[in-house]
């Protein structure tokens, strides 16, 4: 009898417990999705605002020969503004459940050129290498632009010289290359940078600008089209991103 008042006891304790986990779970996640609701309200509307700005800095840029640099530098400083809201909103939408995709058929190649140039107008360190063949794919043209963007951007930051963007079939899968010859990323540390806020050592030592969370989005809107993203790289020499992504069935 006495055992069964103290079995009696403990589950009632057990259930006490459960209790009260299961309410610090709900705060928990409560707490989270109003953090992951105001990173992507704050992304959202930071955009308005800094589209204003780079709209005069093009109208200053197009009809004002004074203060080119400091009009070229509010410009570029802008755009990366905008970039880091655009990789917060989408790191928001990829905390959510449902992270949805608007598909459409998409010819690779011409499609990575357009991103390629939006990202940079006519700088001439960057090139475009389209195979002959059309490549369609099947993909969500605004969320993949950004990933072009990224890792386009990327290759621009972290070297100073010739960036070539390449795009070629293999078997029944496409890849796009983005080759640099930068400061490259140091071994031990190339698979940290897939995820959130990983940040090579060498780019900190140098003192160049980042969140780390470019990769770690491209990485989330890669793997939900179905495809992956490596990287190969020497530190001093150069990396080359690869993202691989299966082409539209029937053709190969
Ligand atoms: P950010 O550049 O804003 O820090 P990313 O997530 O785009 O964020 O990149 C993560 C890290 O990967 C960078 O901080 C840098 O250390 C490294 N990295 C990315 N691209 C390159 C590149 N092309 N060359 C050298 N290092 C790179």
């Given at each position: 009898?006495?055992?069964?008042?103290?079995?009696?006891?403990?589950?009632?304790?057990?259930?006490?417990?459960?209790?009260?986990?299961?309410?610090?779970?709900?705060?928990?996640?409560?707490?989270?999705?109003?953090?992951?609701?105001?990173?992507?309200?704050?992304?959202?509307?930071?955009?308005?605002?800094?589209?204003?700005?780079?709209?005069?800095?093009?109208?200053?840029?197009?009809?004002?020969?004074?203060?080119?640099?400091?009009?070229?530098?509010?410009?570029?400083?802008?755009?990366?503004?905008v970039r880091l809201s655009d990789d917060a909103l989408v790191l928001a939408q990829t905390q959510a459940e449902g992270f949805s995709l608007a598909r459409t058929t998409v010819d690779l190649g011409s499609f990575v050129a357009e991103?390629?140039?939006?990202?940079?107008?006519?700088?001439?360190?960057?090139?475009?290498?389209?195979?002959?063949?059309?490549?369609?794919?099947?993909?969500?043209?605004?969320?993949?632009?950004?990933?072009?963007?990224?890792?386009?951007?990327?290759?621009?930051?972290?070297?100073?010289?010739?960036?070539?963007?390449?795009?070629?079939?293999?078997?029944?899968?496409?890849?796009?290359?983005?080759?640099?010859?930068?400061?490259?990323?140091?071994?031990?540390?190339?698979?940290?940078?897939?995820?959130?806020?990983?940040?090579?050592?060498?780019?900190?030592?140098?003192?160049?600008?980042?969140?780390?969370?470019?990769?770690?989005?491209?990485?989330?809107?890669?793997?939900?089209?179905?495809?992956?993203?490596?990287?190969?790289?020497?530190?001093?020499?150069?990396?080359?991103?690869?993202?691989?992504?299966?082409?539209?069935?029937?053709?190969?």
């Amino acid at each position: 009898m006495q055992e069964l008042g103290a079995l009696l006891a403990l589950a009632l304790r057990n259930l006490e417990l459960y209790e009260a986990m299961s309410l610090a779970n709900r705060a928990l996640q409560e707490s989270s999705e109003f953090k992951d609701d105001l990173l992507a309200m704050l992304a959202h509307d930071f955009k308005g605002p800094l589209t204003v700005i780079l709209g005069y800095c093009e109208l200053l840029m197009e009809t004002t020969t004074e203060s080119r640099e400091e009009i070229e530098t509010v410009y570029s400083q802008t755009n990366r503004l905008v970039r880091l809201s655009d990789d917060a909103l989408v790191l928001a939408q990829t905390q959510a459940e449902g992270f949805s995709l608007a598909r459409t058929t998409v010819d690779l190649g011409s499609f990575v050129a357009e991103c390629v140039e939006a990202t940079a107008p006519n700088n001439p360190r960057l090139s475009v290498e389209i195979a002959p063949e059309q490549i369609v794919v099947d993909l969500d043209p605004h969320r993949f632009r950004h990933v072009i963007d990224n890792l386009v951007s990327n290759a621009l930051k972290y070297s100073t010289d010739a960036v070539h963007v390449r795009v070629r079939p293999v078997e029944d899968r496409v890849t796009i290359e983005v080759v640099d010859r930068g400061i490259g990323i140091p071994k031990a540390e190339l698979a940290n940078l897939f995820t959130r806020f990983g940040r090579a050592s060498n780019a900190r030592d140098k003192g160049i600008a980042g969140s780390g969370i470019g990769l770690y989005v491209a990485r989330k809107i890669i793997e939900v089209h179905g495809g992956s993203i490596a990287v190969e790289s020497r530190e001093n020499e150069g990396s080359t991103f690869v993202v691989t992504l299966p082409r539209l069935s029937g053709q190969s």
